[in-house]
């Protein structure tokens, strides 16, 4: 029988209730968790209407606008910088070029920033997971100055040296080093209906400068590489990110494959000692990258995307048509594309995740994968909310957020397809399907990490609800 509308907001305000409790239990049961490959500074600044149009007017609006509709797609001049920012800002739509010129960088630094944060992928899920959830955290630094250690939180994290000839784990904090890089991404930040010129925002998003040579060649330091046996002794679960920079070819004679070499050794050493593995994948520009990303899938146990970066894995994969409606928002063609996915790749979890809604494809079964997926919003919820999460109060707070009501008909699309939907859950004979509808933050403070805080927090919730 058709639940009414009153009867579904009640149904998933109760899910998630339960999946917050039962998630928060079962955090404590994590041994701990490695993340890899980038961490850097993250400066965030909201950006000005007048200030912004000032700048642009000063180095030259028309040249601006003309890159802004050939787009670059790297920062060579304040042209390029400010043209990237203003085509983000139309599209409405997270942009990240690299900064090239040392010029540039000196004005990026000058301009300054509102605040600092801690950044890259593993370094904003180890605030999470050590800071807030209060699991060992186990995180690679690229470079370890410290401005950088300052912005990772107290709590158990963790980072490897060696010294004196002694392995030791010691929170970032312990083990500055001075004469390191400031590694920073400037992120500027603008909100739904933001205008600038005649250009207006159709939805809250950011535009990433990014000044960092390290990450960008996915640099892995030698106490990393040499002592990787003795850092995976302490975790049950690792977290691998900051893959979709690599290039095919770097002026030293290295290439991509020279770094997805060390990556597959280590992913070897996880699979040996069964420690379950994610992928935060991210949209990688290079192709021939992203179809050696595919094939070392079948290593990891589990895969996090967007519909970006599923569609980019289509055209990989050879199906054109399917990459396009992926792109347009058809649920179906969604389910399709993560279904062809794992056909592919025999990976046994793939986590989608788009604006209001969150899927998760599994070769095993339980309600647990929904729960995780609930706690995942809530995270994800508060994080918009807050900008930073500090507590699980936080977390909890985002109870009152509204559910995303438009994907109540979505559900509805899919009982007609599959039948029973029982509680976002769908049996597909072989595989399981779960489908959950997010919240919504109507006015969110901050974009950035909010992508990493939900697939972590589900991978990770998940495994401690399964314990």
Same mark, same amino acid.
């Given at each position: @029988?058709?639940?009414?509308?009153?009867?579904?907001?009640?149904?998933?305000?109760?899910?998630? #209730?339960?999946?917050?409790?039962?998630?928060?239990?079962?955090?404590?049961?994590?041994?701990?968790? !490695?993340?890899?490959?980038?961490?850097?500074?993250?400066?965030?600044?909201?950006?000005?209407?007048?200030?912004?149009?000032?700048?642009?007017?000063?180095?030259?609006?028309?040249?601006?606008?003309?890159?802004?509709?050939?787009?670059?797609?790297?920062?060579?001049?304040?042209?390029?910088?400010?043209?990237?920012? !203003?085509?983000?800002?139309?599209?409405?739509?997270? @942009?990240?070029?690299?900064?090239?010129?040392?010029? #540039?960088?000196?004005?990026?630094?000058?301009?300054?920033?509102?605040?600092?944060?801690?950044?890259?992928?593993?370094?904003?899920? =180890?605030?999470?997971?050590?800071?807030?959830?209060?699991?060992?955290?186990?995180?690679?630094?690229?470079?370890?100055?410290?401005?950088?250690?300052?912005?990772?939180?107290?709590?158990?994290?963790? &980072?490897? &040296?060696?010294?004196?000839?002694?392995?030791?784990?010691?929170?970032?904090?312990?083990?500055?080093?001075?004469?390191?890089?400031?590694?920073?991404?400037?992120?500027?930040?603008?909100?739904?209906?933001?205008? #600038?010129?005649?250009?207006?925002?159709?939805?809250?998003?950011?535009?990433?400068?990014? =000044?960092?040579?390290?990450?960008?060649?996915?640099?892995?330091?030698?106490?990393?590489?040499?002592?990787?046996?003795?850092?995976?002794?302490? #975790?049950?679960?690792?977290?691998?990110?900051?893959?979709?920079?690599?290039?095919?070819?770097?002026?030293?004679?290295?290439?991509?494959?020279?770094?997805?070499?060390?990556?597959?050794?280590?992913?070897? &050493?996880?699979?040996?000692?069964?420690?379950?593995?994610?992928?935060?994948?991210?949209?990688?520009?290079?192709?021939?990258?992203?179809?050696?990303?595919?094939?070392?899938?079948?290593?990891?146990?589990?895969?996090?995307?967007?519909?970006?970066?599923?569609?980019?894995?289509?055209?990989?994969?050879?199906?054109?048509?399917?990459?396009?409606?992926?792109?347009?928002?058809?649920?179906?063609?969604?389910?399709?594309?993560?279904?062809?996915?794992?056909?592919?790749?025999?990976?046994?979890?793939?986590?989608?995740?788009?604006?209001?809604?969150?899927?998760?494809?599994?070769?095993?079964?339980?309600?647990?994968?929904?729960?995780?997926?609930?706690?995942?919003?809530?995270?994800?919820?508060?994080?918009?909310?807050?900008?930073?999460?500090?507590?699980?109060?936080?977390?909890?707070?985002?109870?009152?957020?509204?559910?995303?009501?438009?994907?109540?008909?979505?559900?509805?699309?899919?009982?007609?397809?599959?039948?029973?939907?029982?509680?976002?859950?769908?049996? @597909?004979?072989?595989?399981?399907?779960?489908?959950?509808?997010?919240?919504?933050?109507?006015?969110?403070?901050?974009?950035?990490?909010?992508?990493?805080?939900?697939?972590?927090?589900?991978?990770?919730?998940?495994?401690?609800?399964?314990?």
């Amino acid at each position: @029988m058709k639940k009414s509308l009153k009867e579904k907001i009640r149904l998933w305000k109760s899910l998630y #209730v339960n999946a917050f409790e039962n998630a928060t239990n079962a955090l404590p049961r994590v041994r701990g968790v !490695l993340l890899a490959y980038n961490t850097n500074i993250d400066a965030i600044k909201y950006l000005d209407k007048e200030d912004l149009e000032e700048r642009v007017e000063k180095v030259g609006k028309k040249r601006v606008f003309e890159l802004m509709e050939n787009p670059p797609e790297k920062v060579t001049s304040l042209e390029e910088l400010f043209a990237g920012i !203003l085509r983000s800002i139309k599209l409405g739509k997270a @942009m990240e070029w690299f900064v090239e010129d040392r010029g #540039v960088r000196n004005y990026l630094r000058e301009w300054g920033w509102d605040e600092l944060r801690i950044g890259g992928q593993a370094g904003i899920m =180890a605030n999470l997971l050590g800071g807030v959830y209060r699991i060992p955290t186990i995180v690679h630094v690229p470079q370890n100055p410290k401005l950088q250690a300052e912005l990772f939180v107290d709590g158990p994290i963790y &980072v490897p &040296v060696f010294e004196e000839g002694e392995f030791k784990l010691v929170h970032p904090k312990e083990a500055v080093k001075e004469n390191e890089e400031e590694l920073i991404h400037y992120i500027f930040e603008f909100s739904r209906g933001f205008q #600038v010129f005649d250009i207006v925002a159709p939805r809250e998003n950011r535009f990433i400068a990014n =000044a960092d040579d390290y990450n960008a060649r996915v640099y892995i330091r030698d106490e990393f590489k040499e002592h990787f046996n003795k850092i995976v002794k302490n #975790v049950d679960l690792a977290i691998i990110s900051g893959l979709q920079v690599l290039k095919e070819f770097y002026e030293d004679g290295t290439t991509y494959k020279d770094v997805l070499n060390e990556v597959e050794a280590q992913l070897d &050493v996880l699979n040996e000692r069964n420690i379950k593995s994610h992928f935060e994948f991210a949209y990688t520009a290079n192709k021939k990258v992203r179809e050696t990303l595919i094939n070392l899938l079948p290593k990891f146990t589990s895969v996090g995307l967007n519909e970006v970066e599923l569609a980019s894995l289509m055209e990989i994969i050879g199906d054109e048509e399917l990459a396009r409606e992926v792109l347009e928002g058809h649920v179906f063609s969604v389910i399709d594309a993560i279904h062809l996915l794992m056909d592919e790749t025999g990976i046994q979890r793939i986590h989608f995740h788009t604006y209001g809604y969150y899927m998760a494809l599994t070769q095993y079964r339980g309600e647990k994968v929904r729960d995780a997926l609930l706690f995942a919003a809530l995270a994800a919820a508060a994080k918009a909310m807050y900008g930073n999460l500090e507590n699980l109060s936080q977390i909890r707070d985002a109870l009152s957020v509204p559910t995303n009501e438009k994907a109540f008909f979505i559900e509805e699309e899919l009982e007609k397809e599959f039948g029973e939907v029982e509680n976002g859950v769908i049996d @597909m004979t072989d595989r399981q399907l779960t489908f959950i509808p997010t919240k919504i933050v109507a006015s969110p403070k901050s974009t950035v990490g909010i992508g990493d805080t939900i697939s972590s927090s589900a991978f990770v919730s998940e495994f401690a609800i399964r314990q």
